[in-house]
T-cell receptor, first 114, second 111 residues
Framework: DTAVSQTPKYLVTQMGNDKSIKCEQNLGHDTMYWYKQDSKKFLKIMFSYNNKELIINETVPNRFSPKSPDKAHLNLHINSLELGDSAVYFC?????????????FGSGTQLSVL | GENVEQHPSTLSVQEGDSAVIKCTYSDSASNYFPWYKQELGKRPQLIIDIRSNVGEKKDQRIAVTLNKTAKHFSLHITETQPEDSAVYFCAASKRGGKLIFGQGTELSVKP
């Protein structure tokens, strides 16, 4: 069974559209994250939730809205997509609060905005 | 804020040689230093981590060293193999803080 699963794996869309990426973890972890990996491979944290509560909210445009219906799920909704949003988005989870624990990453969603 | 610098950005070695990747961090309160390996098209995966109460940790062919005074830590891979080819990321965090990644090192091991 996949520990952290995210869908879709690929997402190709036009500028201005709204899209969502879903993430689920079956590890019983308390904390979930969204990371963005740009074309230069740099991994940057966007959001983190601990037991459904937002604990990290980096300087991300408010077109990006995370939602955590329960501690096993963290979805990412993006409004009015722009060319610069093209990247690979990784969901991740960890056992405890915040980041002094091993991160388990999902397989990534490659978003291409045309 | 916290910053993690990683060098080199690319590294090419011959199979069997050793590879060393170095990172420095800015926040002296950092106490957790993991290393992640990301193969092409795959997810990052933790390969080794070290906490600030330890100076060195080994796991088979990989080892990590930490110099808290210099705020510097390194990954050492011995007897490199083609399957070690990947992008390696160092990272640092402190209790209650977020994990900050270095810029990544693309390691290429030539047979």
């Amino acid at each position: 069974d996949t520990a952290v699963s995210q869908t879709p794996k690929y997402l190709v869309t036009q500028m201005g559209n709204d899209k969502s990426i879903k993430c689920e973890q079956n590890l019983g972890h308390d904390t979930m994250y969204w990371y963005k990996q740009d074309s230069k491979k740099f991994l940057k944290i966007m959001f983190s939730y601990n037991n459904k509560e937002l604990i990290i909210n980096e300087t991300v445009p408010n077109r990006f809205s995370p939602k955590s219906p329960d501690k096993a799920h963290l979805n990412l909704h993006i409004n009015s997509l722009e060319l610069g949003d093209s990247a690979v988005y990784f969901c991740a989870s960890s056992r405890g609060g915040l980041t002094n624990e091993k991160l388990f990453f999902g397989s990534g969603t490659q978003l291409s905005v045309l | 804020g916290e910053n993690v610098e990683q060098h080199p950005s690319t590294l090419s070695v011959q199979e069997g040689d050793s590879a060393v990747i170095k990172c420095t961090y800015s926040d002296s309160a950092s106490n957790y230093f993991p290393w992640y390996k990301q193969e092409l098209g795959k997810r990052p995966q933790l390969i080794i981590d070290i906490r600030s109460n330890v100076g060195e940790k080994k796991d088979q062919r990989i080892a990590v060293t930490l110099n808290k005074t210099a705020k510097h830590f390194s990954l050492h891979i011995t007897e490199t193999q083609p399957e070690d080819s990947a992008v390696y990321f160092c990272a640092a965090s402190k209790r209650g803080g977020k994990l900050i990644f270095g810029q990544g090192t693309e390691l290429s091991v030539k047979p």
